[in-house]
């Protein structure tokens, strides 16, 4: 009995630390699922790393604005891609890539998480950000055996700070990486939140030389990532008119019509 009761001892904190981490979690989502909108600015960093080489990091910023049921206003600039824009004011989708110029239009669709959906030709997703939370409501967070770790500071807030795992599908099945959400403890909005992947395999196209002469094979690398999101100037509820959603191509811009749906 003894025995029995120093182990039951000994798993009472860990028990404690995953129902208060769910717990936290719970009022992520309720807090997000609440608004009528939101606004945010936000950096990105991802950092790579192919089989054994050296990790390459890539960074972004933009700006986000959502309203309920659907309407979207989201820039992204980096280095790689240069500044997308994306716009959706309930009618009409409009995205733009100022590395072609082009821009594209299309009928909105009905909700936010398939406005998101029809931005993923363009590299843009949502995955446990305030995005995911704002648009799934209070339709599950999908992070398994949550833990609490030490608090931060950041931005001179307190942040509760979660890890767990999640799933993410790949072409090549479902593959698991862990979550860390740090949450601003006194308005239960996200300050930052990083996704671990660890070596995933993935095939592509390589070139290479054959006999001296440039050719191409199919190479599977194995590829591990981490991407962080810092989350500024959150605003829950703010007033946003027609205005927040709305986006002119700039002069000279080509409209793609052709890979517009419903062209």
Do not use: W
């Amino acid at each position: 009995m003894h025995a029995v009761l120093v182990v039951m001892a000994l798993s009472l904190p860990s028990m404690a630390a995953s129902q208060d981490a769910e717990g936290v979690l719970k009022r992520v989502q309720s807090t997000y699922a609440a608004m009528q909108s939101y606004s945010q600015r936000f950096s990105t960093r991802l950092t790579r790393r192919v089989d054994q080489g050296p990790a390459v990091t890539v960074g972004s910023y933009g700006e986000l604005r959502v309203a309920r049921p659907n309407k979207l206003f989201l820039t992204l600039t980096s280095p790689a891609t240069g500044t997308i824009v994306a716009v959706c004011d309930g009618v009409t989708l409009t995205t733009y890539a100022s590395k072609t110029n082009v821009y594209r239009r299309q009928p909105a669709p009905g909700t936010l998480a398939a406005v998101v959906r029809a931005l993923r030709p363009y590299g843009i997703g949502m995955d446990r950000d305030p995005l995911y939370f704002f648009a799934a409501g209070t339709g599950g967070h999908g992070i398994v055996a949550p833990r609490l770790k030490p608090a931060v500071t950041l931005s001179g807030a307190r942040c509760l700070v979660v890890s767990g795992t999640f799933s993410v599908s790949l072409p090549r099945g479902t593959r698991q990486g862990v979550a860390t959400l740090s949450v601003d403890a006194a308005s239960h909005l996200l300050r930052k939140v990083e996704l671990s992947l660890p070596s995933v395999p993935v095939t592509a196209t390589v070139r290479t030389k054959r006999s001296g002469r440039p050719a191409t094979e199919r190479r599977t690398m194995r590829v591990s990532s981490t991407s962080t999101l810092y989350v500024q100037g959150m605003q829950a509820n703010p007033t946003l008119g027609a205005d927040a959603f709305r986006f002119a191509p700039p002069k000279g811009a080509v409209e793609d019509k052709l890979s517009s749906p419903g062209r």
